[in-house]
């Protein structure tokens, strides 16, 4: 049995939140606030309805994932409204057991498919890519707040011809 098949997912509001700082502390490191991830969502809260820890076989906390109300801002001034996904934090200890993997899909299962935003986040294009469909082919034109590897913004869409070609990605404060 696998440690993702031991694991217990629950809403992230079920857990105290400075046991969530501690673990994204020791997934990133303390220093992760000055990342350009935090200024893309500055100003907003988590989404609690898409946010989820991950609990082990002896239901320790080893990872959590929120989502956060961003939008990107075309050179109209039109906000077009989209969810960031991340971060992904998984203990050190226990990357690569898959509790990332559950992670993300109970997000993806959360998402309402009768209305989809588009969830954008900062990440690997293969190994979103491969598992979610995460891609960068339309994000070439996008920008964010603080430096970033161009090849790493990645955005899931059900119809990708509805994202604009160019925009600055901020929170959405709306």
Not at 85 to 97: D, L, R, T
Not at 109 to 131: C, H, K, N, S, T
Request: glycine letters at 10%; hydrophobic letters at 45%; a negative charge.
């Amino acid at each position: 049995m696998t440690a993702s098949e031991t694991a217990t997912v629950i809403p992230l509001d079920n857990v105290d939140p400075a046991l969530v700082e501690a673990l994204l502390d020791s997934a990133f490191e303390p220093e992760r606030h000055k990342r350009t991830a935090y200024k893309v969502r500055e100003g907003t809260d988590w989404l609690p309805g898409l946010s989820f820890a991950v609990l082990d076989a002896d239901e320790m906390l080893v990872g959590s994932i929120q989502c956060w109300p961003v939008a990107l801002n075309d050179p109209a001034g039109r906000a077009h409204p989209m969810i960031m996904v991340g971060p992904v934090a998984v203990m050190p200890e226990h990357q690569g057991s898959g509790y990332g993997q559950a992670l993300v899909a109970a997000v993806i299962a959360g998402i309402d498919e009768r209305a989809p935003l588009p969830q954008v986040m900062v990440g690997d294009p293969e190994y979103y890519g491969r598992f979610w469909g995460f891609s960068n082919e339309r994000t070439g034109g996008w920008d964010l707040p603080g430096p970033f590897e161009k090849h790493r913004l990645l955005v899931r869409c059900a119809n990708p011809a509805v994202l604009p070609e160019s925009g600055m990605l901020g929170p959405w404060l709306r």
